[in-house]
């Protein structure tokens, strides 16, 4: 297993920053290649908050694939318990560390964004973890959407904020993603929302405490059917 260093997902003061138009694919790729990590959210208390739900909802639901778009540094895929698994990432470096820290988990995969885009997939689950707010451009969130989406056969997991609002991070910017979903997505039906039990609130600590929650959608069928 490849060590990783807790990061809690301060702001990344990165030159090449300053010099041009911002890329949150940049962003991360340069991120993940000085040693930093995904986050506060993939650590600790929140990791294992969104590991227990999302097993749980794989089991309920007798779900037998599922992608996940930002697969990140893979703190948080460790916690997951299912068998085919499959990691999407903007970062070839990061792509390459899963690749070698899950060898032995047979049934797990993981690609580049690029790769993916290429030989596209589906799985009966699609889902985003900390990802949507993090997609501060606006091409990129609505590719970002579109991908999510088509990705699924019955599924769509969502945990992120769901609102409209820039932020002082130059890498933040909420989302009010289900009013894309409304739009453009309209075959996904609400399932439910469940509140994070570590809600971040004033004076909260950033490092244990989430603005993020969960929402799930259904894909619904043509003919009026819908996905068990």
């Not at 889902?127 to 999510?148: G, N, P, Q, T, W």
């Not at 056969?153 to 609102?163: C, G, K, P």
């Not at 004076?203 to 996905?227: H, I, Y």
Request: glycine letters at 8%; aromatic letters at 14%.
């Amino acid at each position: 297993m490849l060590p990783f260093l807790i990061d809690w997902g301060e702001p990344m003061k990165l030159p090449f920053l300053k010099k041009k138009k911002f890329s949150s694919a940049e962003y991360w790729d340069q991120r993940y290649r000085s040693g930093r990590t995904s986050g506060a959210g993939s650590y600790g208390r929140l990791a294992q908050y969104k590991a227990d739900f999302i097993n749980d909802l794989v089991k309920k639901k007798q779900i037998k694939s599922v992608v996940e778009f930002g697969s990140g540094d893979g703190n948080q895929a460790n916690l997951f318990n299912f068998s085919n698994y499959l990691g999407i990432d903007v970062s070839d470096h990061m792509v390459q560390a899963a690749k070698v820290r899950f060898s032995d988990r047979s049934g797990w995969l993981f690609q580049t964004l690029e790769d993916f885009c290429e030989r596209p997939s589906q799985c009966e689950l699609s889902m985003s973890l900390d990802v949507i707010y993090h997609l501060v451009e606006d091409d990129v969130f609505d590719a970002y959407m579109k991908r999510l989406t088509g990705a699924a056969t019955r599924f769509v997991l969502v945990y992120s904020s769901d609102h409209d609002a820039a932020t002082k991070d130059i890498h933040v910017r909420h989302r009010n993603f289900t009013k894309w979903l409304a739009a453009f997505a309209p075959e996904f039906k609400y399932v439910g929302r469940w509140d994070n039990p570590y809600p971040q609130v004033a004076g909260s600590d950033p490092r244990e405490t989430s603005f993020a929650f969960f929402q799930l959608f259904k894909r619904v069928c043509v003919d009026g059917g819908a996905g068990q």
